[in-house]
């Protein structure tokens, strides 16, 4: 059973304006997808809709099959055992997905709790090795409040939540695009060796394209909420079939020519 | 020298040294990049170099002197701005015309036919057609909106534009069209540029110095191509060696 199956999926708002059109696609175990777009492609909606976490207003259709459950119109009691469990989600912006009035450490020690079913001393040393797994200093963050630290310390403690639960699908929206550029290569170098180590599927979103090839080989290119192009990132960049996608590469090229040759 | 910082230091009342010994200027048609991370001390340097804030100590001085109450008026005629975020740097509740005339309204530089005439070439400079006018900021995208900001910051023919990470906001393809359309601009009207930016690309398209930040000191400076290609500093080299790159082609 693939891990992740999306068929036909749409997402529109109540008044009836469409924000994702006839979307499809498969992530098997251990396998990596990106999606590209810039804003308003919908490829955000398009990962709410996987964990089933679109908000009010928003309806989608079509079919999500996460883990085998059916995702679209599903009772929250059925998503609850999917999330985390299968499929954990990094969001862009670190400050507003942490909660300002717990300490790093809870929040941590939250999912590792739930999942795992783990208490007091071997709580804390999961939660000591979550840190760690990150790159984060147990002692001084786990006693922190997500205003007392970095934009990329935030971050890498987001990841850890993420991971926290073990999930097999990590879902990570633009989590590098709030970031410093030094510290997104190291939030990049992170992600795929913890990607990797753990054999898990990454579902990749961001509006770079350089970004996205750093961490997949195989992309879609959504724009207006429809996949104009998919293929391995180096064909959609060497030779883009969609005049779209022709003309993102085109800037993104543009632009990364300013930098000079290597 | 149109505006310089000339050893300046900003310390924030709590203690904080936010810049430590700066110096940099931008001369008649110039065109420089200030490139640094959260925290460098760029959004520091904007405020001083539009008089929003005073140094703790050094000087900064427009035309060789200090900006004193009585040149204020000159200063601003000559020295505009662009902001990041064209969704909040524009006034929902005013039309396009007058968001644009702004700036000879307030520096009592034309009025009525005559200002019309200016926000109409000046729109017409930025590439929007003149039916803008009477529209609202929420009817312009993105790109469309920094537009609008840039020709409102052009409207008064200033000599230097302020652009505060102009296109970090914006869709990589709105991007180019508009680090073109500063670039343009600077071409037809020798609009001298200090851009500030996180983003060295934008920064290489559009500048022919750069200047490099990093906690509140000036690390390097020159020629852009050579920072980026031959930096001497080991933070410089770092921060280029982080800008995410596609693979050749």
Redesign the interface.
């Known amino acids: 059973m693939t891990l992740l199956s999306v068929t036909n999926l749409g997402v529109h708002t109540d008044a009836g304006t469409p924000l994702v059109h006839n979307l499809s696609f498969d992530l098997a175990a251990g396998e990596r997808l990106g999606l590209i777009g810039?804003?308003g492609s919908g490829k955000s909606v398009t990962s709410l809709a996987v964990t089933g976490l679109l908000g009010a207003g928003l309806v989608a259709t079509g079919s999500v099959l996460l883990d085998g459950v059916q995702v679209v119109g599903a009772a929250e009691r059925r998503l609850v055992p999917l999330r985390g469990r299968v499929a954990s989600v990094v969001f862009q912006e670190p400050l507003t997905a942490l909660d300002p009035l717990m300490r790093i450490g809870r929040q941590v020690a939250e999912p590792i709790a739930r999942h795992r079913g783990l208490r007091g001393s071997a709580l804390r040393a999961a939660v000591a090795e979550a840190l760690a797994e990150v790159s984060l200093d147990e002692a001084r963050i786990s006693r922190a409040f997500p205003h007392e630290i970095s934009?990329g310390q935030r971050q890498r403690a987001a990841i850890a939540i993420a991971l926290g639960s073990r999930p097999r699908l990590l879902i990570a929206d633009e989590p590098t695009t709030a970031l410093?550029?030094?510290?997104?290569?190291q939030i990049?170098r992170l992600l795929d060796e913890l990607v990797d180590a753990r054999g898990m599927a990454l579902l990749f979103i961001s509006?770079?394209?350089?970004?996205v090839?750093?961490m997949t080989r195989d992309v879609i290119v959504m724009s207006s909420g429809v996949a104009v192009e998919r293929g391995t990132?180096?064909r959609v960049?060497?030779a883009p079939e969609h005049p779209y996608t022709a003309?993102?590469v085109q800037?993104?090229?543009?632009?990364?020519d300013?930098?000079?040759t290597? | 020298m149109i505006l310089e910082l000339r050893n300046v230091s900003y310390r924030y009342r709590k203690g904080a040294l936010a810049l430590d010994d700066v110096s940099i200027g931008v001369g008649e048609g110039q065109s420089v990049g200030l490139v640094g991370?959260?925290g460098s001390g760029k959004s520091t340097i904007v405020r001083l170099m539009l008089a929003l804030a005073r140094p703790t100590t050094g000087t900064v001085l427009f035309d060789g002197e200090p900006i004193v109450p009585a040149r204020l008026g000159r200063f601003r005629a000559s020295v505009q701005t662009v902001f990041q975020d064209p969704y909040s740097s524009l006034d929902p509740r005013q039309n396009i015309e007058s968001i644009v005339a702004e700036p000879l309204r307030s520096l009592g530089l034309a009025r009525g036919a005559e200002a019309r005439a200016l926000v109409t070439a000046s729109l017409a400079a930025v590439g929007l057609p003149a039916d803008a006018l009477r529209r609202f900021p929420h009817e312009f995208s993105?790109g469309q909106r920094q537009r609008i900001a840039i020709a409102r910051a052009t409207v008064c023919h200033p000599r230097l534009l302020l652009a505060d990470e102009p296109v970090s906001a914006l869709?990589?393809?709105t991007?180019?069209q508009v680090i073109d359309l500063l670039a343009e601009l600077r071409a037809s009207t020798g609009l001298a540029i200090l851009m500030v930016s996180?983003d060295?690309?934008?920064i290489?398209?559009l500048c022919d110095e750069t200047v490099v930040l990093h906690n509140g000191r000036v690390v390097e400076a020159g020629p852009t191509?050579s920072i980026?290609?031959a930096p001497r500093e080991d933070y410089t080299r770092?921060?280029?060696?982080?800008?995410?790159?596609?693979?050749?082609?």
Not at chain 1, 207 to 211: N, P
Not at chain 2, 240 to 247: F, G, K, S, T
């Open positions: 810039e804003s934009g410093d550029v030094t510290v997104q290569a990049l509006h770079d394209l350089a970004v090839s750093a990132i180096d960049l060497s003309q993102l800037s993104a090229r543009g632009l990364d300013m930098l000079g290597r | 991370e959260s993105g869709d990589v393809t991007r180019i996180h060295l690309s934008a290489a398209a191509a980026l290609t770092a921060l280029v060696a982080a800008v995410p790159r596609l693979p050749l082609a």
